[in-house]
């Protein structure tokens, strides 16, 4: 299903908020000096209109929805995300830091896998990569099922196994173990996507 996108437009021939690329587009075609970005929810966009291009400029849409909403995400702190290509499917993973969108780590793909298989991966791999750094921040995620199972230290997954995924299933396992052996003490929280927009971690596939 496609979501909606929001367009502002700061300098145009008309300026404001639209709801499709072709009435942004009649507004910034031809226009010199054309200011306008896209947004993931009405929210954010709203928001950004009221504020400066500068501050967008440059700057991945998922990341945004957060900037100038009233309740933000906790700074600094890292987003993980996953995406799959069908249920299973080829799952791959990857963790950001939240308010640059700078790559930490990037896992997969692993065939005949899950979205929340990937969620559960990305977040284990998010504290491993803190306790390297000796750093605590607050990691979240956008998935309630992979926060659920890290905190009970046990991917539930219902995934069937096949001799495609034999390596995804070695990474759960070492994921399970290195949280039964650790103590992780980065809180893990969950992404207010409807508030916040797309978790900066986003794929972009959806």
């Known amino acids: 299903m496609t979501k909606n996108k929001y367009y502002v437009v700061w300098k145009g021939h008309r300026t404001g908020v639209f709801t499709s690329w072709a009435e942004c587009s009649a507004q910034v075609s031809g226009y010199p000096g054309a200011e ?83 969620e559960f991966l990305a977040l284990v791999q998010a504290l491993v990569w803190l306790e390297k750094q000796a750093q605590s921040l607050p990691v979240y995620s956008d998935s309630e099922n992979a926060l659920a199972w890290v905190k009970a230290r046990h991917c539930r997954t219902q995934l069937a196994h096949t001799s495609r995924n034999v390596t995804l299933f070695a990474e759960i396992a070492r994921a399970e173990t290195w949280l039964a052996e650790n103590d992780a003490t980065c809180p893990i929280l969950k992404w207010d996507t409807r508030s916040w927009g797309e978790i900066p971690a986003d794929f972009g596939r959806k």
């Open 36 to 118: 306008y970005k896209s947004f993931a929810s009405r929210q954010a966009a709203e928001a950004a209109l009221h504020a400066r291009y500068e501050d967008f400029k440059g700057k991945p849409a998922s990341s945004q929805g957060w900037l100038l909403t009233p309740s933000k995400p906790i700074l600094p702190s890292v987003c993980v995300d996953a995406a799959c290509s069908g249920a299973p499917g080829p799952v791959e993973y990857r963790g950001v830091l939240t308010e640059s969108g700078q790559l930490l780590f990037q896992q997969g793909p692993y065939l005949d896998g899950t979205n929340n298989v990937g």
